[in-house]
């Protein structure tokens, strides 16, 4: 079965605390993992990709094969993080040329001054 | 450039009655997506169009819900009779490589 899973609905900590939201997936394929975002009245977007080993805004995730996750981690949260942040897993479908991102429930996140 | 265009943002209809959204992609993304969010929850992927073509609609309740991309661009959502339960947010993306591109949202409000 294709499911991303996100335990926490809610994660609270202070500014400048490190943060962590969590995510787990289920795959019999070859995974490509998302993590998007959704700051108050603004659009859902993208943050991070695990293809890229990127860092955005100061976070990062490392897609662990061993333990199907995709932990999205930053050292030192700010405020501006505020905001619902979704673990995305993407699937091929049809041909192979189809794609599609099963999406987890979401973490909202709030980082009290 | 200019991002997913979405309309109307608000919506409030009694049950039984029709609704239908519009959504513009992004210029010459192939792949659009609809979406629906119920509160607390992640997007629920409706239908996924690929130009004007269907590639995924398994998730539609096709009994009451329709799409279309008729030119392979602009894209309609329609629900007819709308239920109690339809009462979500409409999510529009289009996609280029292997990101997603949102816009931002009807709220439909079924009393």
């Known amino acids: 079965a294709q499911r991303v899973t996100q335990p926490e609905k809610l994660l609270s900590v202070f500014k400048g605390a490190p943060v962590e939201l969590k995510c787990n997936y289920s795959y019999s394929g070859s995974p490509e993992l998302f993590w998007y975002v959704q700051y108050s009245r603004q659009r859902l977007q993208l943050l991070l990709r695990h293809i890229s080993r990127e860092s955005i805004k100061g976070f990062t995730a490392d897609l662990n094969k061993g333990e199907t996750s995709f932990h999205l981690k930053k050292p030192f949260a700010q405020e501006e993080d505020s905001a619902m942040y979704y673990c995305?897993?993407?699937?091929?479908f049809g041909d192979g040329n189809n794609r599609k991102l099963i999406w987890g429930l979401g973490t909202s996140l709030a980082v009290n001054p | 450039e200019a991002g997913v265009a979405q309309s109307p943002r608000y919506k409030i209809i009694e049950k039984r009655q029709s609704v239908a959204f519009w959504c513009n992609p992004i210029?010459?993304?192939?792949?659009l997506y609809w979406y629906q969010q119920i509160l607390g929850q992640g997007p629920k992927l409706l239908i996924q169009f690929q130009n004007n073509g269907v590639v995924d609609d398994s998730q539609l309740p096709k009994d009451r819900f329709s799409a279309e991309r008729l030119k392979g661009v602009d894209s309609t959502l329609k629900i007819q009779p709308a239920k109690l339960e339809d009462s979500a947010v409409y999510l529009c993306?289009?996609?280029?490589?292997?990101?997603?591109?949102f816009g931002p949202g009807t709220r439909l409000t079924v009393l």
């Open positions: 995305a897993l993407g699937v091929r």
């Open positions: 210029s010459g993304h192939a792949t």
């Open positions: 993306a289009s996609r280029i490589a292997d990101t997603q591109y």
